[in-house]
């Protein structure tokens, strides 16, 4: 067979290019959502952290998660509610936030290792071990696929998504009474809107901006390997 693995392949790379629009724009609409319902936002950002925090807890008492890395979870979801102290304004160069994407990828690496080990065997199947049994991980309780991809999902990733999803850049925000924090400056009185402005100042998503960076990117880069003509093109035809 020649054609059909040729047409497996192109199904592969067009249903991964729809994937990645649908992510971008569902993280675009989601930046949207949270920049017109902060308050909602933030409400259900803290109601989150806090219910995580719980089922850590529940974990450690019921199922045996090691309390170390309980307590580095604990933790780190703790970090993650003190960027909600200037919601949604975050300044890149805070420490808290770059605390918060170092605690990711160390929770991620640590979570990996522990369940890419099969689990130790019982006290009761410790007993029952001899010479002529050797020692046997205890396979019968080790996690499924589909637990581990779901306490990773709602545990590790859930929270950190969430606030990336929700927190705007400083480097965006335009000097407003209140916006110092973000931007370091301080906003001087203006007696005049710009024009076609509405007087209202948008903050925009870490995930909006960088939807809109690869857009403009991935734009700029077609009309320059000469794919499309675009309007800087149109200007000098």
């Not at 199904?11 to 675009?28: E, K, N, P």
């Not at 609409?29 to 949270?34: G, R």
């Not at 890395?69 to 933790?75: E, G, K, M, P, Q």
């Not at 689990?119 to 396979?139: G, H, I, L, M």
Request: hydrophobic share 45%; with cysteine; charged share 15%.
């Amino acid at each position: 067979m020649w054609i059909l693995p040729l047409v497996g392949y192109t199904g592969v790379v067009v249903g991964f290019a729809f994937l990645t629009l649908a992510i971008a724009s569902g993280l675009y609409y989601l930046s949207e959502l949270v920049e017109e319902h902060t308050v909602i936002a933030r409400r259900i950002l803290s109601r989150l952290i806090y219910g995580v925090i719980a089922v850590q807890i529940l974990l450690w008492l019921f199922d045996s998660f090691p309390l170390t890395l309980s307590l580095l979870s604990i933790f780190s979801h703790l970090v993650y509610a003190s960027n909600l102290r200037k919601f949604p304004i975050v300044k890149l160069s805070d420490p808290l936030f770059v605390l918060s994407c170092l605690l990711v990828c160390l929770n991620h690496w640590v979570w990996f290792r522990h369940f890419s080990r099969p689990p130790a065997p019982s006290s009761s199947s410790r007993d029952a071990t001899s010479w002529r049994r050797p020692y046997q991980p205890d396979y019968e309780n080790m996690p499924t696929f589909t637990e581990v991809a779901s306490y990773f999902g709602l545990c590790v990733w859930l929270v950190p998504f969430a606030l990336f999803v929700s927190l705007s850049a400083g480097d965006n925000v335009l000097p407003s009474i209140g916006s110092e924090y973000a931007t370091g400056t301080t906003a001087a009185p203006s007696t005049s809107l710009p024009e076609g402005g509405s007087g209202r100042n948008k903050n925009v998503g870490l995930a909006k901006a960088l939807v809109d960076g690869v857009r403009e990117w991935a734009s700029e880069t077609g009309e320059l390997l000469g794919l499309y003509q675009g309007d800087r093109t149109r200007r000098f035809l």
